[in-house]
T-cell receptor, first 114, second 113 residues
Framework: DTEVTQTPKHLVMGMTNKKSLKCEQH?????MYWYKQKAKKPPELMFV???????INESVPSRFSPECPNSSLLNLHLHALQPEDSALYLC?????????????FGDGTRLSIL | DAKTTQPTSMDCAEGRAANLPCNHS???????VYWYRQIHSQGPQYIIH???NNETNEMASLIITEDRKSSTLILPHATLRDTAVYYC??????????????FGTGTRLKVLA
């Protein structure tokens, strides 16, 4: 069981659809992260939020739009995705961005683009 | 660019110690080393982290060389449930003064019955 909850677990969408991925934690963590993981590859960082403000965007295409409405919740809004965006999307959280305490990961949303 | 180098795969007999090496020769003085594992279809699971001293917890031990250019994760009594991809990660600062994980390619550990 993980303390970072991601929904949905699986998502299939067409290239013209708009959908959102949701991530929630109640550990009082103030840093939250989105990663993308392709099959048999390591996770790659996409975005970092620190105290509800976007602090890192790893040059991610604008069809991915993150949002952090409060300290417990992180969303990733998806629009006009491409087939190559099919991947496992992982959310993580940590105590604070500069803190040495580790990140805690959810089990991800497996996204398929038709 | 990945800052860590790990063997692609390793096998270990059940009940024996699994020793997973990691090379991080470009590590700087304030960078921690973190170890995670990822079992199929799950998110990465935190195992242990350290700066320069050896560390031990209920899951594993972390041995860091004196020059900090490499480390070894030790699972003392491997079980079949330890079969996973193990990632060694360094956490460099960014230009904004924040930190981020850079995952290496990982070691696929297979524990054999």
């Amino acid at each position: 069981d993980t303390e970072v909850t991601q929904t949905p677990k699986h998502l299939v969408m067409g290239m013209t659809n708009k959908k959102s991925l949701k991530c929630e934690q109640h550990m009082g963590h103030r840093a939250m992260y989105w990663y993308k993981q392709k099959a048999k590859k390591p996770p790659e960082l996409m975005f970092v939020y620190s105290y509800e403000k976007l602090s890192i965007n790893e040059s991610v295409p604008s069809r991915f739009s993150p949002e952090c409405p409060n300290s417990s919740l992180l969303n990733l809004h998806l629009h006009a995705l491409q087939p190559e965006d099919s991947a496992l999307y992982l959310c993580a959280s940590s105590l604070g961005q500069g803190n040495v305490q580790p990140q805690h990961f959810g089990d991800g949303t497996r996204l398929s683009i038709l | 660019d990945a800052k860590t180098t790990q063997p692609t795969s390793m096998d270990c007999a059940e009940g024996r110690a699994a020793n997973l090496p990691c090379n991080h020769s470009t590590i700087s003085g304030n960078e921690y080393v973190y170890w995670y594992r990822q079992i199929h279809s799950q998110g990465p699971q935190y195992i242990i982290h350290g700066l320069k001293n050896n560390e031990t917890n209920e899951m594993a031990s972390l041995i860091i060389t004196e020059d900090r250019k490499s480390s070894t994760l030790i699972l003392p009594h491997a079980t079949l449930r330890d079969t996973a991809v193990y990632y060694c990660i360094v956490r460099p600062p960014t230009t904004s003064g924040t930190y981020k994980y850079i995952f290496g390619t990982g070691t696929r550990l297979k524990v054999l019955a």
